[in-house]
């Protein structure tokens, strides 16, 4: 109990000095200026002496006691003024949020509206051979990247509302797609586990669309993804992990999927010929997808000698700029493709 009161105390010690302060002062001019002395008089009691100090120092305590009320409504007024500003910084802060919300949402309801983004499709090789077995469907949009793109989508509850929306584009725009080769879209898993994926699937030939799953927050319970996965199978698609190696795309996250195509990411493919760690471990997926009977595909292929590279030590598939720049299809190959194409075919 004392130590509470003694903490009260000492929180309150200026105050507490100060009005001892002003009552020493006042009984101390009352002594001196004879003001004790000329109330004694007219009082007429030999004790009047005291009385009139102790009078005249409750008479001046109304300064101090001022002086303390206005110090305790200073504070009490700027703590209010920084609550009310605290607050409507809060209030701007959320109208903010609600505004680029509203904003985002029609701008991704206006692409929609429009059939979604528009798609370019990027070649898939089979390095040995060079020959085109797929093409990859990638969005475009004018301002921002796709990927901030689909974010904003996914913020703002419509990500599998655009990410559906790319895929029927990507189909509509792949009728030059060669007989033998497939289109592979990118779907999150929120997507790959929407039953209306599995309409894209009617119709197409088995094989012919491979969903490549895009993966950007950790995953917790594979049962759901697996189930969604024998779905797709089971109408005759494919599904393929994306950026293997990089975030969450780990060995595994391949494991539990066990998907059909495995890509690895482009940051452990550039300038793997050059450096010993990146080659270890492209050989250690090679091991790592033939035991799990999966294709590889090296992402992000942009060299020659990468290429070579990757071919010598088993890698099947490549994508990348050496190969072929994203395009429509219909437009002429790149002349990467054509150039490695005269180069295999000689055997150089």
């Known amino acids: 109990m004392w130590r509470r009161a003694a903490r009260r105390v000492w929180m309150h010690r200026y105050e507490a000095l100060t009005m001892a302060g002003f009552m020493v002062t006042a009984g101390v001019l009352a002594d001196v200026t004879g003001a004790s002395r000329w109330v004694g008089d007219r009082v007429g009691s030999a004790e009047a002496g005291v009385a009139a100090d102790v009078f005249l120092a409750f008479a001046v305590c109304w300064v101090p006691l001022s002086v303390i009320d206005y110090r305790r409504c200073s504070r009490e007024m700027a703590l209010r003024a920084q609550v009310e500003a605290e607050l409507e910084r809060e209030a701007a802060a959320t109208r903010a949020r609600h505004e680029e919300h509203l904003a985002i949402r029609s701008a991704v309801t206006e692409v929609l509206d429009h059939g979604g983004p528009r798609i370019v499709y990027q070649p898939i090789v089979e390095i040995a ?181 990757l071919a010598s030590w088993g890698v099947g598939y490549g994508q990348g700029w050496y190969f072929g720049r994203p395009q429509p299809l219909g437009e002429s190959p790149s002349g990467l493709v054509i150039a490695n194409e005269r180069r295999l075919a000689s055997g150089e």
């Open 129 to 309: 051979s060079g020959a085109v077995v797929g093409y990859e469907a990638l969005s475009r949009f004018d301002d921002v990247p796709p990927d901030e793109w689909f974010s904003r989508a996914a913020h703002v509850d419509l990500g599998v509302e655009l990410e559906l929306a790319a895929a029927r584009a990507a189909l509509l725009g792949a009728d030059g797609l060669p007989a033998d080769a497939y289109l592979a879209i990118n779907v999150s898993p929120r997507t790959l586990c929407d039953p209306r994926l599995l309409e894209l699937l009617a119709g197409a030939r088995p094989g012919a669309i491979t969903f490549e799953l895009t993966e950007h927050i950790a995953v917790d319970d594979y049962r759901e993804y697996r189930a969604s996965i024998a779905r797709v199978r089971s109408h005759g698609g494919r599904v393929a992990v994306d950026d293997a190696g990089a975030g969450y795309a780990s060995f595994r996250h391949i494991v539990d999927l066990q998907p059909d195509i495995i890509k690895v990411d482009g940051s452990l493919v550039h300038g793997v010929h050059l450096d010993p760690p990146r080659r270890s471990l492209m050989i250690a997926f090679v091991t790592f997808a033939a035991d799990l009977g999966a294709d590889l595909v090296a992402e992000c292929v942009e060299e020659l000698a990468e290429a070579e590279a």
